[in-house]
């Protein structure tokens, strides 16, 4: 079964960048709508970037419009999150998800998740 695995999280100082990859174990994110989502502490868990299956419609989060973009490989195997500007208030637990389908829109209903991955941003 098609596994999703996150990495490239860690510490960066206020302004800095950050790129998170999103690899499939087990299978390929092609026919996959995507989501990167985020839960900081005592906070709720909110959507950052979302996209259908072909990349053809993308959501942004208010707070991560302008500053962060979602990529996908050739391959189809790894997605990305390129995190530039960053701020304090990013700080949190970041997830991506996955849905296998055919339509060509987000679909929301994520199936697969990840374990996660730190982002720490310094002031």
């Known amino acids: 079964e098609m596994q999703v695995v996150e990495s490239g999280g860690g510490l960066v100082q206020a302004g800095g960048s950050l790129r998170l990859s999103c690899a499939a174990s087990?299978?390929?994110?092609?026919?996959?709508?995507i989501g990167w989502f985020r839960q900081a502490p005592g906070k709720e868990h909110e959507a950052v970037s979302c996209v259908d299956r072909q990349d053809l419609s993308l959501y942004y989060a208010g707070p991560a419009e302008g500053r962060f973009t979602f990529s996908r490989d050739n391959a189809g195997n790894t997605v990305y999150l390129q995190m530039n500007g960053l701020k304090p208030e990013d700080t949190a637990v970041y997830y991506c998800?996955?849905?296998?389908?055919?339509?060509?829109?987000?679909?929301?209903?994520?199936?697969?998740w990840g374990q996660g991955t730190q982002v720490t941003v310094s002031s």
């Open positions: 998800a996955a849905r296998w389908t055919l339509l060509d829109t987000i679909v929301y209903e994520f199936d697969r």
């Open positions: 087990g299978g390929s994110l092609r026919d996959y709508s």
